[in-house]
């Protein structure tokens, strides 16, 4: 695997992003955003690296990046910072590789942004694990501005979900106006994904398959 670090600006500050692929020119790649970095949350979080992982395995480069706010909480810039960190990657991300699209994929925090995201960018693809409500309303959008959302969607959560409450997921997916939603809600499976981890790795992977059939 080939992995190196590209460093960005957003506003005025500069952000470090780590792009990993099996390629010389890959020919698709994505965008994996994490939980929130005012609670732990990085680019190395374990279930960021299991989705990498998958998606590598399935031809994709992957691009990662701490939001602001990680190394430090007088960094963070809030819900909106947030936003501008991950369009700012993906631009990134096209101008490296020279593509005209990504996918998009995000988990607690990062799935909020992701939605948001993808209501910017009309992505490849959008996955979500475990996204919030609240954090919408710390993006200061609404559930409308997701109606724009068409691209291909899968969305996982876990009944046991003490964090991110399980019924999140039905409204999220209820607001995009996408006719190609799924939804998985993984039985027993709480907020780190330390019971389902590897049965949603499948469930990604069929995802990620069926698109590559068209």
Not at 25 to 32: D, M, Q
Not at 126 to 137: E, P, W, Y
Not at 171 to 195: A, I
Request: charged letters at 20%; glycine letters at 8%; proline letters at 4%.
């Amino acid at each position: 695997m080939y992995s190196k670090k590209i460093e960005f600006n957003v506003d005025s500050d500069r952000l470090v992003g780590v792009l990993s692929t099996h390629y010389s020119k890959p020919e698709k790649a994505s965008l994996i955003l994490h939980p929130h970095p005012l609670y732990g949350g990085s680019m190395d979080d374990p279930v960021v690296q299991f989705i990498e992982h998958v998606l590598l395995n399935q031809g994709y480069a992957t691009f990662k990046f701490n939001f602001r706010g990680t190394n430090s909480r007088a960094d963070y810039r809030g819900g909106p910072g947030a936003v501008r960190d991950a369009l700012a990657a993906s631009r990134t991300l096209l101008n490296e590789l020279r593509l005209e699209n990504v996918g998009v994929l995000g988990y607690s925090f990062g799935g909020s942004v992701a939605l948001h995201i993808a209501s910017r960018i009309n992505p490849e693809f959008l996955v979500t694990f475990s996204a919030s409500l609240d954090i919408a309303q710390e993006l200061e959008v609404s559930l409308d501005s997701w109606r724009g959302i068409t691209c291909p969607t899968l969305m996982f959560h876990g009944n046991s979900d003490s964090v991110v409450p399980p019924d999140d997921m039905l409204v999220l997916s209820e607001s995009l106006n996408s006719s190609m939603v799924r939804t998985v809600l993984l039985k027993g499976e709480g907020h780190f994904y330390r019971r389902h981890l590897t049965t949603a790795g499948f469930h990604l992977s069929d995802f990620l398959e069926q698109m590559a059939k068209g």
